[in-house]
């Protein structure tokens, strides 16, 4: 439609078939990149970590919340459930935006391709 090929988009066409990983520092495909130059598997492994820390965020959030509700607000036994509910969407949304936060950092910071060296190449 805008002079492109179907499924290219603009920066894939300025690289080679073969890149290197940002992060593994491995040769793989262009298609299976990102604009950040990460592969899948860099990808899914840094969205595991993020996961992690986003539960742990989450359950810290929500048992925080659970003692302050427990000794400060003292609830009825009449809304218990109400409560109950309140801790259990502040562990989801906690650990929602934890995990964005910690995806976001760790691809910034990149941390693994800055230590990483190069694959040596068998001639």
């Known amino acids: 439609m805008f002079g492109r090929k179907e499924n290219e988009s603009a920066w ?3 690289y080679p078939d073969l ?3 940002i992060r593994c520092l491995e040769e793989k495909d262009v298609e299976g990149m990102d604009r950040l130059l990460w592969c899948e598997s860099c990808r899914e492994t840094a969205r595991q970590k993020a996961a992690a820390w986003g539960w742990g965020f989450g359950i810290l959030l929500a048992g925080l919340l659970a003692a ?3 000794l400060v607000v003292q609830p009825s ?7 109950i509910a309140t801790v259990v969407a502040a562990l989801w949304i ?5 995990k964005e936060i910690a995806y976001g950092v760790l691809r910034f910071s990149n941390r693994k391709a800055a230590e990483a060296f190069p694959p040596k190449r068998e001639e």
């Open 19 to 21: 890149t290197t990983c």
């Open 12 to 14: 894939k066409s300025r």
């Open 68 to 70: 302050w509700i427990w």
């Open 94 to 98: 906690g650990s929602r935006v934890a």
């Open 77 to 83: 036994q009449l809304i218990v459930g109400g409560w």
